[in-house]
């Protein structure tokens, strides 16, 4: 796991390679025809599938397969296990919620920013909810350590761009004093929380005001819990 004095990786598909979860220095596999392109992607959608139905650890490559309603021949000819597909499967999730926490917001004024960024980011978990939640079950069941690692480091990656926004507030003087690195790490546990539980878990998608909600209360609780700054000794 990337520790705190080093550089993160940029791109999802750097994570994947730090975690131990992609060869690194692979060749890039020749690239598919239209018609493996679309099988390829078949198969990812059945596996979203099977992974949200059966879980994790309960899902095989007949199930897949049987669903894409393609051969386990084709499955090995574009993934090398499951653990191949749970990574494709999860990668547009991922990388929504990665772009949700680092987009530019809209509009003016720290709470309102706050608000607006995390009502985004449950949005884009509710859009992946199943496959999502799912990361936390293989962190957990897997034989995989990278699986774990993975989780750490999304963690380790939100957590860190939190930090830096705070020590930016701290930096102008619009917050005072605090352990930035404790803060971060609380913030960030609640978001996830929050997620995984009121979006994740329940039987059916969440409501669109409801999510906004969400959002709301996370972004209002984010503002409240910034350090004042001081009054001055004068």
Sequence with gaps: ?????????????????????????????????????????????????????????????????????????????????????????????????????????????????????????LHAYSRHRHILRLLREAAAASANEGFQQLWLQLREDFIGRTRRWLQKLHDRGEIGETNLELLAESLGCMTEQMAYVHVGLPASTPKRERIDELGRTLGEVWYRSLPPVAPSAD
């Design 1 to 121: 796991m990337t520790t705190r004095n080093q550089a993160a990786p940029r791109t999802l598909d750097d994570v994947y390679t730090h975690v131990g979860l992609v060869e690194p220095n692979t060749a890039a596999p020749k690239r598919p025809n239209k018609r493996g392109e679309l099988t390829r992607e078949r198969i990812v959608a059945a596996a979203i599938e099977c992974f949200s139905e059966y879980g994790y650890t309960r899902t095989r490559v007949s199930d897949i397969t049987h669903r894409a309603k393609t051969a386990q021949g084709n499955f090995y000819r574009h993934f090398n296990d499951l653990d191949d597909v749970f990574l494709a499967a999860m990668h547009t999730g991922l990388q929504e919620l990665s772009e949700a926490t680092n987009r530019k917001t809209t509009t003016s004024g720290e709470l309102e920013a706050l608000i607006e960024v995390n009502i985004t980011y």
